[in-house]
């Protein structure tokens, strides 16, 4: 291909966009071209380092077309009911895997990821369970996250572990169920064991209508992720299944959404996307939701349920991206050239705990100064002539340092999207562990394991500019990363 036709090809994508987004009502986010278009789903967001995924039923493993498709075109599994309660443990202590099994055989054998989908839920209980009531429903319900977890350890990029526990409506509170009657912990408790069993997969909280941000359900949800980051419950992410039609339309401030939940410190997916509709108007609502997600730098991937429109759950809204032949739609294409516009690169965990990262060994070199500060790492990019006030955003992204015996370093690296005259960040530490040291910032201490760090000088940075900041951390045994958040001025 010759540069010009590349480029006339990048210009119809974006402009395409650009009107996919204006027929939902959203801001036009900057948008930064990708490198190369890709021809397929997966590789189109791999050039902002996302996934794209979709639902797996066990019988799509009997249809070549489907399993064709989903080699081609997808890169995470997710099973769209094979992992479920029900399905995985039909008698209480006797649990089933077969059927999931298959499903993430076949992911993994074919190169793909899997997401968990679900170890906690109201609905889609099996029988025993749900007669069951108090504390033996709540040791039911923890031996189930425990043992699914543990059997599934490390194929698993993330688990819902925790599925529409809010109510709808405008309470803004929790569901009643019989899981909720066990007591309001129960949600952490989940997390809490579904961490200890799988330390490696990121743990999600996964709901529908929790889309446009001025809903009571979307602040509730809001609000628990607030207070479980704020506590140390073991949160990573965010699941937003996303069943639109047309009286649950994409909401124009989905975007407003995906980054208000992302500034808590947690990833974004969008997990059971599908659209009822057709043709242009459909294929637009796609691309919307689509360039929301690529505006976010923590919203790492999109899933769709299912593949063809002939296997949805709801087949007679035509809601995805392949007709009943497997033909691509409209919404296909409409997807692909949001993808290929490009959009913000997707910084995936810096801001959760991931143990898989952690050493296996502890290290052994012992300094014999503490360090008092001295930076690992230079602020990168700190402009000397400070860019107009902005209104950017920003995003702060964790990376290890050195270890030793008793503590680590770590550096936080923070990235304007858009202009920004300062920023702050804050890092919360678990305990027992403390920070002992900082450099390159100005910390203060709202709490003991919470430090807010502003920049040394004005804190103004271009778009795509970084600046960085140290601290070390007195560990105590506990080596889980600090979590970072960052938010502009
Ligand atoms: O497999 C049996 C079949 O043997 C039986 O004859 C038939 C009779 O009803 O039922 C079949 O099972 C159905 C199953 O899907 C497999 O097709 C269940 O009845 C049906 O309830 C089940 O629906 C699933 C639904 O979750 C249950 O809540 C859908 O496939 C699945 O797409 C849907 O997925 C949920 C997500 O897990 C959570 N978010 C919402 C989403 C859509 O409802």
């Given at each position: 291909m010759t540069i010009t036709r590349h480029r006339r090809r990048r210009a119809r994508a974006v402009s395409a966009v650009a009107v996919a987004a204006m027929a939902v009502g959203m801001a036009v986010p900057l948008a930064l071209p990708a490198a190369a278009a890709g021809s397929t789903l997966e590789s189109a967001a791999a050039e902002t380092n996302r996934y794209y995924g979709a639902a797996m039923a066990g019988s799509y493993l009997n249809n070549s077309q489907v399993t064709g498709i989903l080699q081609r075109e997808f890169d995470m599994i997710t099973a769209e009911n094979e992992m479920k309660m029900d399905a995985t443990e039909p008698s209480q202590n006797q649990f089933s895997y077969t059927n999931g099994d298959r499903i993430v055989n076949w992911a993994l054998q074919n190169g793909k990821q899997v997401r968990g989908h679900a170890l906690a839920w109201h609905s889609q209980q099996p029988g025993w369970m749900q007669n069951m009531s108090g504390t033996n429903l709540r040791n039911a319900m923890l031996n189930h996250v425990t043992k699914v977890a543990t059997y599934y350890k490390g194929k698993i990029y993330a688990w819902d572990v925790v599925n529409e526990a809010y109510a709808d409506g405008n309470s803004g509170g929790r569901r009643d169920s019989n899981l909720q009657r066990t007591g309001n912990d129960w949600i952490e408790a989940a997390f809490r064991a579904a961490r200890a069993a799988d330390p490696g997969a990121k743990l999600c909280y996964n709901d529908y209508n929790t889309d446009n941000w001025s809903h009571a359900k979307t602040q509730g949800v809001y609000n628990m992720v607030k207070d479980f980051k704020a506590r140390g419950v073991p949160i990573d992410c965010v699941g937003f299944q996303a069943h639109f039609n047309s009286g649950n339309?994409?909401?124009?401030?989905?975007?407003?959404?995906?980054?208000?939940?992302?500034?808590?410190?947690?990833?974004?997916?969008?997990?059971?996307?599908?659209?009822?509709?057709?043709?242009?108007?459909?294929?637009?609502?796609?691309?919307?939701?689509?360039?929301?997600?690529?505006?976010?730098?923590?919203?790492?991937?999109?899933?769709?349920?299912?593949?063809?429109?002939?296997?949805?759950?709801?087949?007679?809204?035509?809601?995805?991206?392949?007709?009943?032949?497997?033909?691509?739609?409209?919404?296909?294409?409409?997807?692909?050239?949001?993808?290929?516009?490009?959009?913000?690169?997707?910084?995936?965990?810096?801001?959760?705990?991931q143990p898989t990262q952690q050493p296996t060994t502890q290290p052994t070199s012992q300094p014999t100064t503490q360090p008092t500060s001295q930076p690992t790492t230079q602020p990168t990019a700190n402009p000397t002539t400070p860019p107009p006030t902005g209104s950017g955003t920003c995003t702060a992204t964790y990376s290890e340092g050195e270890k030793w015996n008793d503590r680590f370093n770590g550096v936080v690296t923070i990235r304007a999207n858009g202009n920004i005259s300062s920023w702050t960040s804050t890092v919360t530490v678990r305990s027992p562990q403390r920070i002992i040291a900082t450099w390159s910032g100005s910390p203060t201490w709202p709490s003991a394991n919470v430090m807010t760090m502003r920049p040394n000088g004005s804190g103004a940075l271009a778009n795509g500019q970084t600046a960085s900041f140290g601290f070390t951390v007195q560990h105590g045994g506990n080596w889980t990363w600090p979590t970072v958040t960052c938010s502009a001025s």
């Open positions: 339309p994409v909401p124009s401030n989905y975007d407003v959404t995906l980054r208000n939940f992302a500034d808590l410190g947690v990833d974004v997916q969008i997990t059971e996307l599908d659209i009822e509709g057709s043709g242009s108007s459909q294929s637009q609502q796609f691309a919307g939701v689509t360039q929301a997600c690529l505006s976010v730098a923590r919203c790492t991937g999109i899933t769709v349920w299912g593949v063809r429109d002939s296997e949805s759950w709801r087949a007679s809204g035509t809601p995805l991206l392949f007709d009943g032949s497997g033909n691509k739609k409209a919404a296909y294409t409409g997807t692909l050239n949001a993808l290929n516009a490009g959009g913000v690169r997707a910084t995936p965990g810096g801001t959760t705990t």
